[in-house]
């Protein structure tokens, strides 16, 4: 069974640091390309990083220089480590895993709120 299971959202001030991590299972993780994708409410879903499986990574415009995804293919684990976090960051965030065009997975979200 296929699970990807996102942890460490939450509320965090303007300028703060959080640590997202997507465990996986199910399927060769270290196969996989892995993404984080975020939706803010009345938004569309969109990529916020992206890590292959040789771990090149790629980043939206608006994450650069304060984002950074990394992996962990001995524990099937992907981490978004967000600093310097703005408002415009608060969303639901998603870990997508993909292999080809036919499988493609993803997690139920967690939740990251940037308020004072």
């Known amino acids: 069974q296929v699970q990807l299971v996102e942890s460490g959202g939450g509320l965090v001030q303007p300028g703060g640091s959080l640590r997202l991590s997507c465990a996986a299972s199910?399927?060769?993780?270290?196969?996989?390309?892995m993404n984080w994708y975020r939706q803010a409410p009345g938004k569309q879903r969109e990529l916020v990083a992206s890590i292959t499986s040789g771990s090149s990574t790629n980043y939206a415009d608006s994450v650069k220089g304060r984002f950074t995804i990394s992996r962990d293919n001995a524990k099937n684990t992907v981490y978004l480590q967000m600093n310097s976090l703005k408002p415009e960051d608060t969303a639901v965030y998603y870990c997508?895993?993909?292999?080809?065009?036919?499988?493609?997975?993803w997690g139920q979200g967690t939740q990251v709120t940037v308020s004072s």
């Open positions: 199910g399927f060769t993780f270290s196969s996989y390309a």
């Open positions: 997508n895993g993909v292999l080809g065009i036919r499988y493609d997975y």
